[in-house]
């Protein structure tokens, strides 16, 4: 390879992504959370979408027996949320109360819109799994002038109308507004 790994994960970053919370209740009743940029639609009819998550995740092996999970795409004030998630082991639904959707799959509540999804199929991706679930409900569908939390070289940004021309989207740095 001509390229170290730090390289090639610069280079990943800079392919902009929404951001994600896959969300599920283990058999024995323990919610589980993780922060996900992989996220991806696959197919329209059977309705397909996709994640990936990396086999040394604590939670990989409660991940790979979940027969629902639910996805929270992030609006863009939810930031903090995404950075809780993402912390390994922790506590992550402490503060946070899951919002139940039709098919009993617990979702983070306020988010742009959520897919509530059964397992489909698990691939091999390396040192990543590939979660491929079929859509079984939409929540929370938010109408279009929510805003969604953008991840883009390593920071959170967001996409805001501009105030001088409403019509017109802006794409910056989260902190820099
Ligand atoms: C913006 C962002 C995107 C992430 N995307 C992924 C992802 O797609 N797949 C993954 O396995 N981990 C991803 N992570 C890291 C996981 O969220 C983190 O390792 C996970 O919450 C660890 O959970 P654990 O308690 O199972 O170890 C991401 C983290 C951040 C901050």
Same mark, same amino acid.
């Given at each position: 390879m001509s390229f170290s790994p730090g390289e090639f994960r610069k280079a990943l970053g800079l392919f902009p992504t929404g951001v994600a919370i896959v969300s599920g209740r283990t058999p024995e009743g323990q919610l589980l959370g993780m922060t996900v940029s992989s996220f991806n639609s696959v197919s329209l009819d059977p309705p397909l979408v996709l994640f990936s998550v990396a086999?040394?995740?604590?939670?990989f092996d409660a991940w790979q027996a979940m027969p629902k999970y639910g996805i929270s795409v992030l609006a863009r004030t939810q930031d903090d949320l995404s950075t809780r998630f993402a912390? @390994?082991?922790?506590?992550?639904?402490?503060m946070v109360h899951p919002a139940y959707g039709q098919h009993d799959v617990p979702m983070i509540p306020g988010a742009l819109v959520g897919f509530e999804c059964e397992r489909h199929a698990v691939h091999d991706g390396g040192d990543h799994a590939i979660f491929v679930g079929k859509v079984l409900g939409l929540n929370a569908v938010a109408n279009h002038e929510t805003e969604p939390l953008v991840f883009f070289a390593g920071r959170y940004c967001g996409v805001r109308r501009s105030d001088?021309?409403? @019509?017109e989207l802006e794409f910056r740095l989260l902190h820099g507004w």
């Open positions: 086999r040394n995740a604590a939670s912390r @390994s082991q922790s506590d992550k639904w402490a001088a021309s409403p @019509s």
